[in-house]
């Protein structure tokens, strides 16, 4: 993981398919926030913990659920998707062109 392609990996997160079904654009949900304003557009290594949501069940997760909720309800390890989407980004990397 570099510091420099998170900024990267968060463009290349909007691109992916939803973990969840729901409505409303494809949004980079970050497990580990980045706080408001100017941080979401520095690199960051939190930047490596977005995954692929629809607005409506980023707002549940953020705002009801949280991460053990989410799971529960939705039968998945959002930790784990975030160690395989980061896989699929450095082994895609190479074709990425931003």
């Given at each position: 993981?570099?510091?420099?392609?998170?900024?990267?990996?968060?463009?290349?997160?909007r691109?992916q398919?939803?973990?969840?079904?729901?409505?409303?654009?494809?949004?980079?949900?970050?497990?580990?926030?980045?706080?408001?304003?100017?941080?979401?557009?520095?690199?960051?290594?939190?930047h490596?913990?977005?995954?692929?949501?629809?607005?409506?069940?980023?707002?549940?997760?953020?705002?009801?659920?949280?991460?053990?909720?989410?799971?529960?309800?939705?039968?998945?390890?959002?930790?784990?998707?975030?160690?395989?989407?980061?896989?699929?980004?450095?082994?895609?990397?190479?074709?990425?062109?931003?």
């Amino acid at each position: 993981m570099h510091l420099k392609d998170s900024l990267k990996y968060v463009k290349w997160i909007r691109t992916q398919p939803p973990i969840v079904r729901g409505s409303g654009r494809i949004e980079a949900c970050h497990l580990k926030h980045t706080g408001l304003g100017g941080n979401r557009l520095k690199p960051n290594w939190r930047h490596f913990t977005c995954l692929p949501l629809p607005h409506d069940k980023h707002m549940e997760l953020d705002n009801q659920l949280k991460v053990k909720g989410f799971n529960a309800k939705y039968g998945v390890d959002l930790w784990e998707m975030v160690y395989i989407y980061n896989q699929r980004f450095y082994e895609e990397l190479d074709e990425i062109s931003y």
